[in-house]
T-cell receptor, first 114, second 114 residues
Framework: AQKITQTQPGMFVQEKEAVTLDCTYD???????LFWYKQPSSGEMIFLIY??????QNATEGRYSLNFQKARKSANLVISASQLGDSAMYFC???????????FGKGTRLSVIA | KAGVTQTPRYLIKTRGQQVTLSCSPI?????VSWYQQTPGQGLQFLFE???????NKGNFPGRFSGRQFSNSRSEMNVSTLELGDSALYLC???FGTGDSYEQYFGPGTRLTVT
């Protein structure tokens, strides 16, 4: 069963607008971590934001925030005030407690339009 | 602080040959993970090392192997290369291993098998 689902293969957003990238996950572990990464065309994966399953508040890092809805098992990434440099692939990932690897979704390609 | 470095960045090999890829983690990081990224399969976990011990292994054939040295640098080896091994190989390091440690990725090694 797929553990991370990103249902939007591609999205467009106007510069300076906000955009939400969807991510749902599947786990029966009470303790897990959720991560978002950005991959520009250069190939390098850039860590953006982390949310722990026990965190009471949604994580924020600059223009990035994570809309964490535990009961719905969703961890959507919100990018505010989009910039042209935000055009990239975005991956949602999860790691469960214990000796388990980081598991990635298929990604969403975001294109920011001037 | 220097980021994760991977060498070489690009590699062209012939079917049947073997290849060794190298990864130097961020200073102080003891965990190194390897991933294979292809357009068809996305990001797939290969293995994770922590303090020279393999902690986790993905679902790849035995032709894929790795190791970690006492200075936390890691190498992965692919023997008897096949056309399907053409991919971007990403290395990631983290301070620890577990659901709350973010992984920082290197720029990747793009392997082409002809």
């Amino acid at each position: 069963a797929q553990k991370i689902t990103q249902t939007q293969p591609g999205m467009f957003v106007q510069e300076k607008e906000a955009v939400t990238l969807d991510c749902t996950y599947d786990t029966s572990d009470p303790s897990y971590g959720l991560f978002w990464y950005k991959q520009p065309s250069s190939g390098e994966m850039i860590f953006l934001i982390y949310q722990g399953s026990y965190d009471q508040q949604n994580a924020t890092e600059g223009r990035y925030s994570l809309n964490f809805q535990k009961a719905r098992k969703s961890a959507n990434l919100v990018i505010s005030a989009s910039q042209l440099g935000d055009s990239a692939m975005y991956f949602c990932a999860m790691r469960e407690l214990g000796n388990t690897p980081l598991v990635f979704g298929k990604g969403t390609r975001l294109s920011v339009i001037a | 602080k220097a980021g994760v470095t991977q060498t070489p960045r690009y590699l062209i090999k012939t079917r049947g040959q073997q290849v060794t890829l190298s990864c130097s983690p961020i200073s102080g990081h003891r965990s190194v993970s390897w991933y294979q990224q292809t357009p068809g399969q996305g990001l797939q976990f290969l293995f994770e090392y922590f303090s020279e011990t393999q902690r986790n292994k993905g679902n790849f054939p035995g032709r894929f192997s790795g190791r970690q040295f006492s200075n936390s640098r890691s190498e992965m080896n692919v023997s008897t290369l096949e056309l399907g091994d053409s991919a971007l190989y990403l290395c990631a390091s983290s301070f620890g291993t577990g659901d709350s440690y973010e992984q920082y990725f290197g720029p990747g090694t793009r392997l082409t098998v002809t």
